[in-house]
């Protein structure tokens, strides 16, 4: 009985809250721009991912070739290609954590319209702690291009 009561007192008072157009106005064009950082953040995993499965099928590719005479390059390929791959993978699980963090933002920046608890110290760190995922899985992207760029050449004189 009593949960009923305040969970129908909780409900209406958030009814209220809610109710007013100027506040949900004011919530949509808080997180109008993290959603949009969102959305960049899905893009460009969309590019790194694409490359991710090139570099599996080519390094799947590879493994299945059997000339003996081209072993040594071949391995060499594949030792290349894997290098790219620990990049991509990283890139990925980056900017992955980034949009994670970007979304709690967004969830954060609507509840704060709504309720009175000071959270914009925590918003603003979670802002930037995003912005740094974003630039370290941009610089990890960056290393696997220059990689690609380079060629598997360049890996294989290294060695």
């Known amino acids: 009985m009593l949960l009923e009561l305040l969970s129908g007192g909780i409900a209406s008072e958030l009814f209220e809250r809610t109710a007013s157009t100027p506040a949900v ?26 490359r991710l499965n090139w570099i599996a099928g080519r390094i799947e590719r590879l493994e299945a070739h059997e000339d003996p005479d081209k072993a040594a390059r071949v391995q060499a390929e594949i030792d290349w290609l894997y290098r790219r791959r620990l990049f991509a993978r990283r ?18 920046l609507f509840v704060s319209t709504y309720v009175d608890a000071q959270i914009g ?39």
Not at 32 to 45: E, R
């Open 25 to 50: 106005q004011k919530a949509l064009q808080s997180s109008l721009a993290p959603a949009f950082l969102l959305v960049g953040i899905g893009s460009i995993m969309n590019v790194i991912v694409a």
């Open 121 to 159: 110290t925590l918003i603003a760190v979670l802002w930037v702690v995003t912005i740094a995922l974003l630039i370290t899985g941009l610089g990890h992207f960056l290393r696997e291009t220059s990689i690609a760029a380079r060629g598997s050449e360049s890996f294989r004189k290294k060695r």
């Open 91 to 108: 890139a990925i699980m980056l900017s992955s954590l980034a949009a994670v963090i970007i979304s709690v933002v967004i969830a954060l």
